[in-house]
């Protein structure tokens, strides 16, 4: 099992504060350093206010020289799929190869409205996500040289150069992630390197990548994506250092275990991330909401990681 920190800096984050996490978790051997991609908290004041996903992905591309680095995921309303496709070749150029590419199609409202971003109805809110996804991965696609078109419905390129190119062949890992039981599957077996289920009880893990499974049957495609799951991390020495940190993200211990977080002691933890193996899953992404507790991150991968 693969680990990965995943962080929600709208929550209240800095750069520096990622920046901090990021090299912590480097130096620690996660395999990655995620992030979301929001613009409005979802509980408290935010402050100091949004950081851009990309522009701090590119930032800790020249900050950290080894861990993985990507979101979970970017949305499909926040930009359009030349401009995206661009942004992360060149962050993939920038970390040497690093990079890993989630992409949604948007579900908070309240981000759009403040911010002045459309947003569409669900419908074609997918939509507008399978253009998207079908443009960047063909730009990347695309022959040196040759030149990209695309006539949708909602995106139109013409003779597109196609430029540049990601450093990773055939291109960064493409995550497609939800919980949607007929068209994220579809949308994961036609161009997802690896699938993710966010936030979910363990129970509902394997019944969901089975899905997957069925999705890349029916189209013929014989290498399955990578299975991952995300959950909320709250790990302690002791009882009471777990629910000192669940008190300090606002949340209750044994609410967070019983909607799969990886939350207790290091064997606890152990426990718990072994049942989502069984599940299918080969990394998991586990939710660090307190920042400023670097202890956490370095405690996970000393009492924890080494277990597994």
Known sequence: ????????????????DLRRVAQTAEASGYDGFFRSDHFVTMGGDGRPGPTDAWLT???????????????LVSSATFRLPGPLAIAVAQADAMSNGRIEFGLGGGW???????????????????????EQLEIITGLWATPAGRTYDFHGK???????????????????PVIVGGHGKRRTPALAARFADEFNVPFSK???????????REACAAIGRTTLPT??????????????????????????????????????????AVETIQRYAEAGATRLFLQTMDLSDLDHVEFVAAEVARQL
């Not at 909602?154 to 960064?172: C, E, G, N, T």
């Not at 299975?227 to 777990?242: W, Y």
């Open 227 to 268: 299975f991952s799951a995300a959950a909320v991390l709250c790990v302690g020495r002791d009882e009471a250092e777990v629910r000192r940190r669940a008190a300090a993200i606002g949340r209750e211990a044994d609410e967070m275990r019983a909607n799969g977080g990886v939350v207790g002691t290091p064997g606890e």
């Open 202 to 212: 363990i129970a509902d893990v394997a019944p969901t990548f089975s899905r997957v």
């Open 57 to 71: 992905l590119a930032g800790l591309a020249v900050q950290t020289s080894r861990i993985r680095l990507g979101t």
């Open 108 to 130: 908070f409202e309240t981000e759009h409205a403040a911010y002045g971003i459309p947003f569409p109805p669900l419908g074609e809110r997918f939509d507008r996500l399978e």
């Open 1 to 16: 099992m693969r680990l990965v920190i995943f962080t929600e800096p709208q929550q209240g984050a800095s750069y520096d």
């Open 154 to 172: 909602h995106y139109q390129l013409s003779d597109s150069p196609a430029l540049p190119k990601p450093v990773q062949s055939p291109r960064p």
